[in-house]
């Protein structure tokens, strides 16, 4: 499978703790994408990378969230004191280029108890 | 906060029929694309319409931009079960794409 994979898939996790996502993009893309979909909602922008490099940030994304993209490979989205906020499906993309078509992970569904 | 409206934000019809669903986007673009999104799972990329182009045709699929309106719209013809799913319109610029809360079609058999 070439396609984009994130891990876990579920996560459940108490209020207060860290949790950790990954995001393997499709090899040949530069581009990866961050989103937050909670129900009956389209998927908000996180972040992006070109690359290594984090090029924006949305204000959605406080100081308790970090992403990472080492060596413009996998990608990493931390949250730290996790809050019942926070459940929602976090969702993966890459893309070639920047704003071309972009191909979308599974997600990882955090519910925060 | 989303960055476009679709309309209507659900939409039931009876397999065979065909389904229209309208978006509007507020900034000025490069493309505009669709998405579809089953219950619980990511998001299946099904055509991109170029700010210079006014409709773009894909298999069942029919998209139209205004952008002096900066709405879309898209058409799915012959509706079959399996459309039964969320579709969201994303309006791209250089480095991002901005979703609206999505169109819920479900297809009656």
Redesign the interface.
């Known amino acids: 499978d070439t396609g ?1 994979s994130q891990d876990p898939r579920h996560k459940i996790t108490k209020r207060g703790q860290n949790v950790t996502f990954r995001c393997d993009p499709i090899s040949e893309h530069n ?1 990866l ?1 961050w ?1 937050r979909q909670t129900l ?6 996180l972040t ?1 990378f070109q690359n290594e490099a984090q ?2 940030k949305s204000r959605l994304l406080s100081d308790r969230f970090s992403a990472e993209r080492p060596k413009g490979s996998f990608s990493t989205l931390e949250i730290q004191r996790t809050e019942q906020g926070d459940s929602a ?1 976090y ?1 993966c ?1 890459s893309s070639f280029r ?10 990882t ?1 955090l519910t925060v108890v | 906060s989303q960055q476009g409206e679709e309309d209507p934000q659900a939409l039931s019809i009876q397999e065979g029929e065909n389904a229209t669903m309208n978006c509007s986007y507020k900034t000025s673009i490069n493309n505009l694309q669709w998405y579809r999104q089953n219950s619980g799972r990511g998001l299946v990329h099904l055509i991109l319409i170029r700010s210079n182009e006014r409709e773009k045709h894909s298999g069942r699929l029919r998209v139209t931009l205004d952008t002096s309106k900066k709405s879309s719209s898209l058409l799915i013809t012959a509706s079959r079960a399996a459309d039964t799913a969320s579709y969201f319109c994303a309006s791209s610029n250089d480095y991002k794409l901005s979703f609206g809360a999505g169109t819920t079609v479900t297809v009656r058999a």
């Open positions: 984009v581009r994408y989103y009956g909602q389209g998927p908000e922008f992006y090029l924006e499906m969702l993309a920047g704003g071309e078509e972009a191909f979308f992970g599974q997600g569904r």
